[in-house]
């Protein structure tokens, strides 16, 4: 088979070629929402790599879309990639969890089962007690992976679902959601952690 003749081809310029634009803008979008993501996050040596991927698919698919000023089924198939490419790359970031959230819990009920039930499933905890509109209430602060969030919702649904709360992005934290039953086991940071709390 004769390619040259093939990449000259009808066949190769109005099917082959959008397909490809389609799918190259579906890959650089999905990175690049997952750069942006991961620079909210603070991921600084994580985001440059990605942006790396990102603008050199970037430049092989706008390079080809040049190449065919003059046909509109390349331009539909690159604005249909960049649309597809933000949906998937959510998606992909939803799978993926990552970062830290703080998970903030307010209850005018007592707060002991809740807290007994956080802390035993390994997740640290902080109260604070408070006043709202109906009266006084408790607020419970937990600090956990993202992709641990569902287990906790469903922790607090199941020792106090009438309870109230919200879950926001970390950016950084020093010490961040080490489950409780893990803090006795031995890491190689425990030096540096040491000789840094002795300064």
């Known amino acids: 088979m004769d390619f040259s003749n093939f990449f000259e081809s009808n066949t190769f310029t109005f099917l082959v070629l959008p397909i490809l634009i389609f799918f190259s803008r579906i890959f650089d979008v999905t990175i690049g929402t997952l750069r942006i993501i991961y620079v909210s996050r603070g991921m600084?040596?994580?985001?440059?790599?990605?942006?790396?991927?990102?603008?050199?698919?970037?430049l092989l698919a706008i390079t080809q879309i040049m190449q065919h000023l003059t046909s509109p089924i390349h331009?539909?198939?690159?604005?249909?990639?960049?649309?597809?490419?933000?949906?998937?790359?959510?998606?992909?970031?939803?799978k993926l969890s990552v970062g830290t959230s703080l998970i903030r819990i307010i209850?005018?009920?007592?707060?002991?089962?809740?807290?007994?039930c956080l802390t035993t499933a390994?997740?640290?905890?902080?109260?604070?007690?408070?006043?709202g509109?109906?009266?006084?209430?408790?607020?419970?602060?937990?600090?956990?992976?993202?992709?641990?969030?569902?287990?906790?919702?469903?922790?607090i649904k199941d020792c106090n679902p009438t309870s109230f709360y919200t879950i926001e992005d970390i950016k950084?934290?020093?010490?961040?959601?080490?489950?409780?039953?893990?803090?006795?086991?031995?890491?190689?940071l425990d030096p540096l952690r040491r000789l840094r709390k002795s300064k």
């Open 133 to 155: 509109q109906h009266g006084p209430v408790n607020i419970i602060f937990t600090i956990v992976p993202r992709k641990e969030s569902k287990k906790v919702l469903d922790t």
């Open 172 to 188: 950084y934290a020093n010490d961040p959601y080490t489950p409780l039953e893990q803090n006795t086991k031995k890491s190689f």
């Open 44 to 58: 600084r040596y994580v985001a440059p790599l990605l942006g790396f991927f990102e603008v050199l698919i970037w």
């Open 75 to 94: 331009y539909l198939a690159y604005a249909a990639g960049f649309a597809s490419g933000n949906y998937v790359g959510m998606l992909v970031e939803e």
């Open 107 to 116: 209850t005018r009920k007592d707060t002991k089962k809740l807290i007994h």
């Open 122 to 131: 390994g997740y640290r905890t902080t109260k604070h007690e408070a006043h």
